[in-house]
C-alpha cells in the first residue's frame, strides 16, 4: 500500500509557477507520476519519474514548461510547473506504481488531488 497526499495548488496568473508536492508513506519502492483532470475531459498524464529518479518522461502538452523530481529520504515527489496557461487549470493528481522501474507508469494508487486554476 501507498499512501499519497498532494499539496501546492492553488490560484497563479498565466505566466506564473506553481510547485506542487506529493506526499507518501507505506512502501518506498515505486515509480510515481503526475496526471491532471480537467471539467469534462478525461485524465491526462503529465509527467513520471522512475523509482530512482534517474529518468523522467513527460506529457506533449507541458514538455519545457514542467519538472518532475523526488526526494526519497523524504519519500516526496514534486512537480514544477513554470509558464503556466490557462489550459493547464485542472485537479492534478499523483500516482504510484510500485511494479514499475521506468518512467512510464500506470498507477496503483491515487492521491486525492489538488486544484491548479491558471488565469488568463
Known amino acids: 500500500q501507498v499512501q499519497l497526499v498532494e499539496s501546492g495548488g492553488g490560484l497563479v496568473q498565466a505566466g506564473g509557477s506553481l510547485k506542487l508536492s506529493c506526499a507518501a508513506s507505506g512502501r518506498t519502492r515505486y515509480a510515481m507520476g503526475w496526471f491532471r483532470q480537467a471539467p469534462g475531459k478525461e485524465r491526462e498524464f503529465v509527467a513520471g519519474i522512475s523509482w530512482s529518479g534517474g529518468s523522467t518522461y513527460y506529457g506533449d502538452s507541458v514538455k519545457g514548461r514542467f519538472t518532475i523530481s523526488r526526494d526519497n529520504a523524504k519519500n516526496t515527489g514534486y512537480l514544477q510547473m513554470n509558464s503556466l496557461k490557462p489550459e493547464d487549470t485542472a485537479v492534478y493528481y499523483c500516482?504510484?506504481?510500485?511494479?514499475?522501474?521506468?518512467?512510464?507508469?500506470?498507477?496503483?494508487?491515487w492521491g486525492q488531488g489538488t486544484q491548479v486554476t491558471v488565469s488568463s
Open positions: 500516482a504510484a506504481d510500485p511494479r514499475s522501474y521506468s518512467p512510464i507508469i500506470t498507477p496503483a494508487y
